[in-house]
């Protein structure tokens, strides 16, 4: 099959908002070698407004579950509907499970139109961002090999384009709030690990860090940066937890912003801020894929596989601290992460 003939490439990933952001690696990849918009196959309420009209996407069709019985499901009878009428070519499956699996075995597509990224497991030292570039790289035994890059190659890390669109809607916003015009400074402190599961502090949450830490921290980014407001991130559920955390600061110009930031709205302002300090998430991911310099927390994860890899030229400053021989965020400082801050090239 040549490249411009039969379906375009395809990908199956169903991960978190951070997964759907390193994933851009490799539709860029595949847009770049196969020369066609990629097609996705997802979950998740967050990956359409993330990428849908983003550059190198093609088609997205979302099921709300993969894990549902397929006769139960009319999002993945939908899914595989799509997939039938849509013909055989060439597909990327990135999940490390077969829950998405099924649907591509109902469609009719056979194995040898697959790369699975489970039989090209992670390379010592390698970033996310450089496995799917790697796979990227790699065909189907039945798709012939695209026609040859020609010396053109995309960037590495994953990169998001924030559409007109988005930033027209970010500019009204930040008028109607009296924020038009001023330097922006991004908080992001909780993750939905913080949030499930009930009490904060349980171990199972990892991405916990304290929040009179956090508190001393927006005092000193309110002492660097005297003019900026301080905008805190998050989802609905997250704006509760700002809200202590805002108790204990007590500095001016702190707006809580968790429950106004749909995706598309959240990127356009991670492009527009002069810094983000955050937690190991997906709005990290974000903002390293548009620029945005950042210091990041991290906890049990991996620095060198998950390390925040986006625009050249970002400014990435990543912390991680130890508990008891153990990696854990409760080891690292509230001075650790203001000299970072103190260090970052801000942006405007």
Same mark, same amino acid.
Not at 157 to 175: K, N
Not at 178 to 206: E, F, S
Not at 296 to 317: C, I
């Given at each position: 099959?040549?490249?411009?003939?039969?379906?375009?490439? @395809?990908v199956?990933?169903?991960?978190?908002?951070?997964?759907?952001?390193?994933?851009?690696?490799?539709?860029?990849e #595949?847009?770049?070698?196969?020369?066609?918009p990629?097609d996705?196959l997802?979950?998740?309420?967050w990956?359409?407004?993330?990428?849908r009209?983003?550059?190198?996407?093609?088609?997205?069709?979302?099921?709300?579950?993969?894990?549902t019985?397929?006769?139960?499901?009319?999002?993945?009878?939908?899914?595989?509907?799509?997939?039938?009428?849509?013909?055989?070519g060439?597909v990327?499956?990135c999940?490390?499970?077969?829950?998405a699996?099924?649907?591509?075995?109902?469609?009719?597509?056979?194995?040898?139109?697959i790369v699975?990224?489970?039989?090209?497991?992670?390379?010592?030292?390698?970033?996310?961002?450089?496995?799917?570039?790697r796979?990227?790289?790699?065909?189907?035994?039945?798709?012939?090999?695209?026609?040859?890059?020609?010396?053109v190659?995309?960037?590495?890390?994953?990169?998001?384009?924030?559409?007109?669109?988005q930033?027209?809607?970010?500019?009204?916003?930040?008028?109607?709030?009296?924020?038009?015009?001023?330097g *922006?400074?991004?908080?992001?402190?909780?993750?939905k690990?913080?949030?499930?599961?009930?009490?904060?502090?349980?171990?199972?949450?990892h991405k916990?860090?304290?929040?009179?830490?956090?508190?001393?921290v927006?005092a000193h980014?309110?002492?660097r940066?005297?003019d900026?407001?301080?905008?805190?991130l998050?989802?609905?559920p997250e704006?509760?937890?700002?809200?202590?955390?805002?108790? @204990?600061?007590?500095?001016?110009? #702190?707006?809580?912003?968790?429950?106004?930031?749909?995706?598309?709205?959240?990127?356009?302002l991670?492009?527009?801020?002069?810094?983000?300090?955050?937690?190991?998430s997906?709005p990290?991911?974000?903002?390293?894929?548009v620029?945005c310099?950042?210091?990041?927390?991290f906890?049990?994860?991996?620095?060198?596989?998950y390390?925040?890899?986006?625009?050249?030229g970002?400014?990435?400053k990543v912390?991680?601290?130890?508990?008891d021989?153990?990696?854990?965020? #409760?080891?690292?400082?509230?001075?650790?992460v203001?000299?970072?801050?103190?260090? *970052?090239r801000?942006?405007?």
């Amino acid at each position: 099959m040549p490249s411009g003939s039969g379906a375009p490439p @395809l990908v199956v990933r169903c991960g978190a908002f951070g997964d759907m952001v390193l994933i851009t690696a490799l539709i860029r990849e #595949l847009e770049a070698r196969w020369r066609r918009p990629v097609d996705v196959l997802t979950s998740g309420p967050w990956s359409e407004p993330l990428l849908r009209g983003q550059p190198g996407v093609g088609e997205l069709v979302r099921v709300r579950s993969r894990k549902t019985p397929h006769w139960l499901s009319p999002d993945q009878r939908r899914a595989v509907a799509w997939l039938r009428a849509r013909g055989r070519g060439p597909v990327w499956y990135c999940d490390a499970n077969d829950s998405a699996r099924s649907m591509l075995t109902r469609a009719g597509i056979p194995d040898e139109f697959i790369v699975d990224v489970r039989d090209h497991p992670l390379l010592a030292g390698e970033h996310a961002t450089e496995q799917w570039r790697r796979i990227g790289r790699i065909d189907p035994p039945a798709a012939a090999a695209p026609l040859a890059l020609e010396g053109v190659e995309p960037p590495a890390g994953c990169h998001l384009t924030v559409l007109p669109a988005q930033r027209a809607d970010l500019d009204a916003w930040l008028e109607a709030r009296g924020l038009g015009g001023i330097g *922006l400074v991004l908080i992001q402190v909780g993750n939905k690990r913080t949030m499930r599961r009930g009490w904060k502090r349980l171990a199972v949450n990892h991405k916990y860090w304290p929040n009179d830490r956090w508190a001393a921290v927006l005092a000193h980014v309110r002492e660097r940066c005297p003019d900026h407001a301080i905008l805190m991130l998050g989802t609905g559920p997250e704006y509760a937890l700002n809200e202590e955390v805002a108790a @204990l600061a007590r500095i001016e110009r #702190l707006y809580n912003v968790a429950d106004d930031l749909p995706i598309p709205r959240l990127v356009a302002l991670l492009e527009r801020a002069a810094g983000l300090i955050t937690v190991d998430s997906g709005p990290a991911h974000a903002a390293a894929a548009v620029g945005c310099p950042l210091v990041v927390l991290f906890g049990r994860a991996s620095t060198s596989l998950y390390r925040p890899f986006g625009s050249p030229g970002a400014d990435v400053k990543v912390l991680s601290g130890t508990v008891d021989g153990e990696p854990s965020m #409760l080891g690292i400082g509230t001075a650790a992460v203001a000299d970072a801050w103190s260090g *970052l090239r801000l942006r405007g």
